[in-house]
């Protein structure tokens, strides 16, 4: 990767997204971002302030362009004539799957994201919930209209469960593995056809 091709605040994200992915938040250091990103401490400072704040970066960095495309999908599936939930999934769980098949560090901020569930960051929990929340709202509203009789929290607690089961999917770390002549596209939509079937039945659970 050549850094001539990359302003300097995107070699500091690119950086730290490796370094997070690998040692955890805790566990990376300023200096070793610095060394990564070949820069001074002084530019991290000046374009991010705050090592919380890089880490609430690294992560707007990929969301703002995922949820974007999440509710874009979301609008689509409320137009058609399909009114099952179905659509309603395919708009949550596919915009996710294709982000972990991007070439361009997806990988990397997947392992990013499962740290994030692991080291119960509190200033990142409230981060993502004030800068995303509304994107899980409008779900939570969609899927709620097509499932009347089931309550607002069991509903909660079930996407939930969902947007769990969708990081796993995310990490392609489980027992299935990729068959031989089956391409990375392939796989992941396969992943993505028996979630959401999987997803939709525990959904509609009395």
């Given at each position: 990767?050549?850094?001539?091709?990359?302003?300097?605040?995107?070699?500091?994200?690119?950086?730290?997204?490796?370094?997070?992915?690998r040692?955890?938040?805790?566990?990376?250091?300023?200096?070793?971002?610095?060394?990564a990103?070949?820069?001074n401490?002084?530019?991290?400072n000046?374009?991010?302030?705050?090592?919380?704040?890089?880490?609430?970066?690294?992560?707007?960095r990929?969301?703002?362009?995922?949820?974007?495309?999440?509710?874009?999908?979301?609008?689509?599936?409320?137009?058609l004539?399909?009114?099952?939930?179905?659509?309603?999934?395919?708009?949550?769980?596919?915009?996710a799957?294709?982000l972990?098949?991007d070439?361009g560090?997806?990988?990397a901020?997947?392992?990013?994201?499962?740290?994030?569930?692991?080291?119960?960051?509190?200033?990142?929990?409230?981060?993502?919930?004030?800068?995303?929340?509304?994107?899980?709202?409008?779900?939570h509203?969609?899927?709620?209209?097509?499932?009347?009789?089931?309550?607002?929290?069991?509903?909660?607690?079930?996407?939930?469960?969902?947007?769990?089961?969708?990081?796993?999917a995310?990490?392609?770390?489980?027992?299935?593995?990729?068959?031989?002549?089956?391409?990375?596209?392939?796989?992941?939509?396969?992943s993505?056809?028996?979630l959401?079937?999987?997803a939709?039945?525990?959904?509609?659970?009395?």
């Open positions: 990767m050549n850094s001539q091709h990359f302003s300097t605040k995107e070699r500091i994200l690119g950086a730290a997204e490796q370094l997070f992915a040692l955890g938040f805790a566990g990376a250091s300023l200096r070793q971002v610095t060394a990103a070949n820069v401490l002084a530019a991290v000046y374009h991010f302030g705050s090592k919380e704040n890089l880490i609430n970066e690294v992560f707007r990929r969301l703002d362009e995922l949820n974007a495309h999440r509710l874009q999908a979301l609008d689509e599936a409320l137009k004539p399909d009114t099952g939930l179905e659509p309603l999934l395919s708009a949550f769980i596919n915009p799957l294709d972990s098949l070439r560090g997806g990988g901020f997947v392992r990013v994201l499962a740290r994030a569930y692991a080291e119960h960051n509190d200033a990142l929990r409230k981060f993502l919930s004030d800068n995303y929340g509304h994107v899980m709202k409008r779900f509203a969609a899927f709620a209209q097509r499932l009347p009789d089931l309550d607002k929290e069991e509903l909660y607690w079930r996407l939930d469960i969902v947007a769990g089961a969708l990081t796993y995310m990490a392609d770390f489980g027992v299935i593995k990729r068959k031989s002549g089956v391409t990375e596209q392939q796989h992941r939509e396969r993505a056809e028996h959401i079937r999987f939709a039945a525990g959904l509609r659970a009395p």
